[in-house]
């Protein structure tokens, strides 16, 4: 059994937070010189541990286990969004580098050890899970050449910045036989069941439409209402039916936002031309996706309004990602072993897992957020919460490298 | 009897549209250059007709009917929306013109004479109605202080660019009698009827509304629908409630509008924190506004959310102005004469009439315009409505001047 450093754990998160440090929270935009300037702190820090590690031309970071033939890839990203908190990311990459110091400390011989890893901009300052994709060797030369920031900046320019790096770090899929991914909840279900503990049964499915209705300009005092192709009234009225529609036909595990609406010209005294509104859904199960879609596309489509055309645009559609069933079990046993009880909860954000889960088995582990919050400079987990998540996470990965040192992962 | 001579009217409409002529429309905002130069060409018109007149240090131009003691005044506004018809207040600032110049013409000889008037910036690029408030001395020095246009541009530095005019024209209740103003309709109202001349009942009152809600910014896949404090959505019910209860509170010539909605952050993924919308109704009749506005406002202080914060803020609270009985009567009379069929109809939108009327008995007449169209390039009105409306108008002024000739306006 691997017994972790508590205050090691806490006092290394807190060092990797004053890289980027803003307000009470980071600012680590993936490509930033804070951002790169903690990946080279990672790279220290798992040399000093007694790893083979580097950063290669993508960013990416990885910790190489000593003298072993296999390992648990253990990992997540630190890069953060702009603006962002201490922990998102950075809390399952110094789990990591703990359970991997603590191991090696420990001196236990083993056939498989623990590789460290941190993903390239999870969060997707340029293109999101950059960092596992090119890991996964999944991401094309088309894709990076177009791919810019927000603001303008070419993925192209931000790479050419550490070109002098280690070529790309890959999977190996003879060494890497599973990945585990820690992290904060980012939602307030654990602390509201009260849990320390989350084990993600499956990375939620996301579908999400821009749809525009499109009708007539006209001045809102002199033209009668009966005589308007109003967008903007047609658009609410589509919806105030999504609100309804979707609380009937959603699972437990179903959420949905409208999170944009934008009406044109948008001035009070003008009949909207065109109003649109971003639609999103998600939920672990494909069926409830497809029929969630399935009913929005027939109202979308449904001659209810004969003044106004109305228009679906698929933007995203990203299928569910379930997790290794024997790898969440051994997860919910070290919890139960530690005197926590698990919750089996999905994931409604997405994470470098649901990449790798395509290429090896893969399982998540979440601790609690306070208040729910993340990608705020308020994001935040108690100390307690913090370690005792590193140590269930070790006492996994313990009983993982028992059970692979005498054989193969399932 | 005035007789109007019809191709001269439409004459002087192109020279004037050809001033600041942008596409098929005009672009001439108030204090623009071409607006001065229409101002300009205007009391050139005025003179060489044989009327008194000048333009003043607010831009608006009067012209005063040689050797009478009083007069009717006729009149609109010369000054453009951006990109906009080349009828909007032309209209009726040209008739007045073409009826003066007949009346002169035919050198009757009555005691009361017709004055011709153009208001400065009726469309508000600086102030709505600047000059109709101004010739009613109804402006404050406050009010010119603050103002400036969208663009940042101070309206005391537009009024400085003339400064040399003529002291501001004022009303004048011993001479100006009543206004008379013709405008086209801006609405489909005449077309659908097929009627071409629309005599105004009342210019409806306005109430405008900004409404906003405050929720809080969740993570739209983390956190579940019952945890979430839903700006967005609570709005979009407000929204849908506002088209179903208003279309049962409405009376005949209520209209209402939502123009602009808006929801902070704005991302696909982020449950919004804030949203607002612009909502605005009309009705030519008080206690229509009263009961709706009750009604509303009702439902925003409703506990029916009790995640969300709603508050109501008034932005605009204009009266309904009820055009002169005996003015109204007078236009419907001249159009029935003329073998027309009059519309009576309310005014949707505001108009320099509507500052006049608090202190002259006033009234309005309408011409078609085609397809509804206005504040655009497409803005139209066929030849022949518009010189059947100049003769209407003629004939108005003519029964009115033998009326007040022989007395005192009612």
């Known amino acids: 059994v691997i017994h972790i450093n508590g205050d090691r754990l806490l006092s290394d998160l807190r060092e990797l937070a004053s890289i980027g440090k803003f307000q009470t929270g980071v600012d680590r935009v993936a490509f930033s010189a804070a951002d790169i300037e903690a990946r080279r ?45 201490w922990l998102d990311g950075a809390l399952g990459v110094v ?5 991997a110091r603590s191991a090696i ?23 999101p899970f950059l960092g596992s994709r090119s890991f996964c060797a999944d991401v094309t030369e088309a894709e990076i050449a177009h791919c810019r920031s927000r603001d303008g900046t070419q993925l192209a320019k931000a790479l050419a910045t550490i070109a002098h790096e280690t070529p790309p770090l890959r999977f190996d899929a003879a060494r890497h036989l599973c990945f585990l991914e820690a992290h904060i909840e980012q939602g307030p279900r654990l602390e509201a069941a009260r849990r320390r503990i989350g084990v993600v049964s499956a990375i939620v499915g996301i579908r999400r439409f821009r749809i525009r209705v499109r009708g007539r300009a006209d001045h809102a005092g002199t033209t009668p209402m009966a005589s308007r192709s109003d967008a903007g009234a047609e658009l609410i009225k589509l919806a105030a039916w999504v609100g309804e529609e979707f609380s009937r036909l959603a699972g437990p595990d179903t959420v949905w936002n409208i999170g944009q609406i934008e009406f044109r010209p948008g001035a009070a005294n003008v009949v909207p031309a065109e109003a649109e509104m971003l639609l ?9 996706l497809d029929a969630i879609e399935t009913r929005l596309l027939e109202r979308v489509s449904a001659p209810q309004s004969r003044s106004c055309k109305i228009e679906a ?6 299928p569910p990602t379930a997790m290794a069933d024997d790898l969440r079990e051994l997860i919910a046993t070290a919890t139960t072993a530690a005197g926590e009880q698990p919750l089996l ?6 994470h470098d897992a649901m990449v790798l889960a395509r290429f090896v088995p893969t399982a998540m582990m979440f601790v609690p957020s306070i208040g729910g919050r993340s990608h705020d400079v308020t994001e935040n987990t108690s100390d307690l919460d913090i370690v005792r998540g590193c140590e269930v996470l070790a ?16």
Chains 1, 2 share one sequence.
């Open 95 to 99: 789990y990591g580098l703990e359970i």
């Open 345 to 350: 909860m999905p994931s409604g954000a997405g």
């Open 105 to 127: 400390e420990a001196g236990e011989r083993l056939t498989t050890g623990i590789d460290v890893v941190s993903f390239q901009d999870e969060e997707g300052t340029f293109l």
């Open 280 to 288: 999103e859904f998600r939920d672990p199960r494909g069926d409830m």
């Open 395 to 410: 006492a996994a990965v313990s009983e993982l490298r028992r059970k692979l040192s005498n054989g193969r992962a399932s």
């Open 41 to 85: 702190w990672l790279v220290a820090k798992l040399q000093a541990a007694g790893l083979d590690a580097s950063m290669d031309q993508v960013g990416n970071v990885l910790g190489r286990y000593p003298n072993v033939a296999s390992a648990v890839l253990v990992g997540s990203h630190t890069d953060t969004v702009p603006k962002g908190g």
């Open 313 to 318: 645009e698929q933007l995203v559609r990203i």
